[in-house]
């Protein structure tokens, strides 16, 4: 899809090269960000705040988020990287960022009006829902896209699983309007700036979105040290064009054009040496790296816990009821501490989980009351076979 007109950059745009992964591999949430923090700590308490709400450490995640243009709220996701087992990751260190597929549902023209946003990607649907509070979307959930029937059945055509998804979007988000983006797999830089585009099945308009490379690096989904490590190479880079920028204007543009090209082929065959040296050390640390998370897989749980908090989700009868902390005790059991207005709403609470038909118990612990409302801890057994194992068939 062609840049708008008034959008067209007048620089040269190269192919982004990143990889994506699919939507319904993540946990999102939006978090408010205190109005007290100092200026630069956003980000420390955003990952503070999904370290809270996971049931996994942050090394056992890939993760990222983005913040809103007023610094009020941060968009969090999460990725469990059992998920990404199967994906060959050699690649990722030359890569110019590794990204979630629904960042472009992340952008401040996403919003519009009162209207919700269904993102069509390659592998995933995804839907967002918006309120007055920011930019940045309220609630978040997403489908895979099935490519397979059962039993040698044709998968459900794409309209048909955008039609059901819809239905069940606008019910799990109180949404009444949505608009409707496939996204275009294509995306460019132009400077320093990362383009993505969508094509709009709905009546209203859309033009590319753009983010910045500062943006992409709070999105990229790499450990921090191979962020930092990409970050780093990237600033080397610029300052070796900046330094063949200077020379040219010293020795004239055909001295210089041999010395790119001499330099640029002696740098390419060296590292592309390097490389190849590497690869077998890379592949065998990369082999042991797999055999330990599938022992480790026998241990832990999948990711039924994100699972047991969306099911929880819609129970929030009151709006007061805040989920401030998840934690597990085995594969069935969530404990949740919460904030409700009173000790009333805690009573009903409890009443709502214990007629949820997934839920075996529930048990009330650490009730403290005040007038500025009650805290408590809640321990869920959930009923064995509730939710689907990792191993049975993912989501």
Known sequence: ????????????????????????????????????????????????????????????????????????????????????????????????????????????????????????????????????????????????????????????????????????????????????????????????TAWFGAVDSSDFPVAKVDFSRAQLWKADLRDQEQVD??????????????????????????????????ASAAYLSYRNSKIAEMTPLVQEIQSLQATSNTLRGFLESDLQPFEMIDALIPLQQYPNIVYRKFETEGPDVLVIDAKAANQTQVTEFKKRLERFDKIASVELSKQVNKPSGSTFTTTIRFKFGAFYQLAGGGQ
């Open 1 to 192: 899809m062609p840049f708008p007109p008034k959008l067209k950059p007048k620089a040269q745009a190269y192919e982004l090269d990143a990889f994506l992964a699919p939507a319904h591999w993540f946990f999102c949430r939006r978090i408010e960000i205190p109005s007290d923090l100092e200026k630069g700590e956003e980000e420390g308490f955003a990952l503070l705040e999904l370290e809270n709400l996971s049931p996994f450490p942050l090394d056992h995640l890939h993760y990222g988020y983005r913040l809103d243009r007023a610094g009020r709220f941060a968009f969090v996701f999460a990725a469990y990287k059992r998920r990404f087992e199967k994906v060959d990751q050699t690649s990722w260190r030359r890569r110019d960022a590794i990204l979630p597929d629904f960042l472009l549902g992340l952008h401040t023209s996403s919003k519009s009006g009162e209207s919700g946003l269904i993102l069509v990607t390659e592998k995933s649907l995804a839907a967002f829902s918006f309120d007055e509070k920011s930019e940045l979307p309220a609630a978040f959930y997403s489908e895979a896209l099935e490519f397979e029937g059962d039993e040698g059945e044709e998968p459900p055509s794409l309209m048909s699983q955008i039609v059901r998804f819809e239905s069940v979007a606008k019910s799990r988000l109180k949404m009444s309007r949505v608009r409707i983006w496939h996204a275009n797999t294509e995306a460019k830089w132009v400077g320093q």
């Open 229 to 262: 490590q990409a970050q780093k190479e990237e600033r080397q880079n610029a300052l070796l064009w900046k330094g063949l920028g200077g020379i040219a204007a010293l020795v004239g543009i055909i001295l210089l054009g041999e010395l790119f090209w001499g």
